[in-house]
């Protein structure tokens, strides 16, 4: 089980901690903040830079958090929030990716909701610092509500309510 839990939690940690990389800079093909504040507007966000430098900060945190296994129910909370407003986001384009969906950020949420109802597991930081065994359900249960709180409130508080269409307001 503590290898499972190392794959999940290391796989899971360098995809979102690589994504925000590539929001934050141009490495591996990402746009950097320019980028990234346009795609956050045409998606209906404001706040620009600062937007994409909280999305993007927040994914790399909690992904090398996650892939260290230090202070896993913050890393996890982190990554479902930052995930669940992709999702939420992508909902109008329908399920499947190809076709803009949500269909791999609804994943990467749930991933980020299954290690924060495991636990980091023994080979972690926090297994180390025998932090792993304090797994109880109210730590999961404040970790998803955390992540999900966290999602519905930035999407509440930075999205906006009209859209712009051939320069007239709706």
Do not use: C
């Amino acid at each position: 089980m503590a290898i499972g839990l190392l794959i999940l939690r290391v796989v899971l940690g360098a995809f979102v901690a690589t994504h925000g990389i590539q929001k934050a800079t141009h490495l591996w093909g990402g746009g950097g903040l320019e980028a990234s504040s346009a795609e956050f507007r045409a998606d209906g966000f404001v706040g620009g830079k600062v937007t994409a430098f909280i999305a993007s900060s927040t994914q790399i945190t909690a992904g090398v958090a996650l892939v260290a296994g230090l202070l896993t129910p913050l890393a996890s909370a982190g990554v479902i929030a930052v995930m669940g407003i992709a999702t939420i986001v992508k909902l109008g384009h329908g399920f499947w990716s190809q076709n803009g969906g949500y269909e791999y950020p609804l994943f990467l949420t749930a991933l980020g909701v299954a290690v924060a109802w495991t636990g980091p597991g023994l080979l972690s930081l926090d297994g180390a610092f025998g932090l792993s065994g304090f797994w109880v359900t109210g730590v999961s249960i404040a970790a998803t509500l955390a992540g999900i709180v966290g999602a519905a409130g930035t999407y509440l508080v930075l999205h906006r309510r009209t859209r712009i269409t051939e320069g007239t307001a709706r």
